[in-house]
Nanobody, 123 residues
Framework: QVQLVESGGGLVQAGGSVRLSCAAS????????MGWFRQAAGKEREFVAG????????YYADSVKGRFTISRDNAKNTVYLQMNGLKPEDMAVYYC????????????????WGQGTQVTVSS
């Protein structure tokens, strides 16, 4: 069993930066593929970024590539999402998720989810 707790969301102006954190509990948490997803109001949950258990293999949605950076600190069982150059269309609830096995962009195959953290971008 893995529990995930996100933090770091809030209100930011367009062009600004925010760093999200996802703290994972469970002694095998470091062996999971980790992903960040987001869900804007009225839209489906979408993939944002992913990282393998053994970094530095990372994956990004085209919409955030070059602006967002995912990283993990296995010693702290924490995954980060550094978001720079935020745009109004980045506004959403951001979720951290974990899965066994290989990487996937599909939210349906992730085994564990956090409660989400709201990121609001003002224009």
């Amino acid at each position: 069993q893995v529990q995930l707790v996100e933090s770091g969301g809030g209100l930011v102006q367009a062009g600004g930066s925010v760093r999200l954190s996802c703290a994972a509990s469970g002694r095998t948490a470091s062996s999971y593929v980790m992903g960040w997803f987001r869900q804007a109001a009225g839209k489906e949950r979408e993939f944002v970024a992913g990282i393998l258990s053994s970094a530095p293999s990372t994956y990004y949605a085209d919409s955030v590539k070059g602006r967002f950076t995912i990283s993990r600190d296995n010693a702290k069982n924490t995954v980060y999402l550094q978001m720079n150059g935020l745009k109004p269309e980045d506004m959403a609830v951001y979720y951290c998720a974990a899965k066994r096995g290989g990487f996937s962009r599909g939210p349906g195959v992730y085994d564990y989810w956090g409660q989400g953290t709201q990121v609001t971008v003002s224009s």
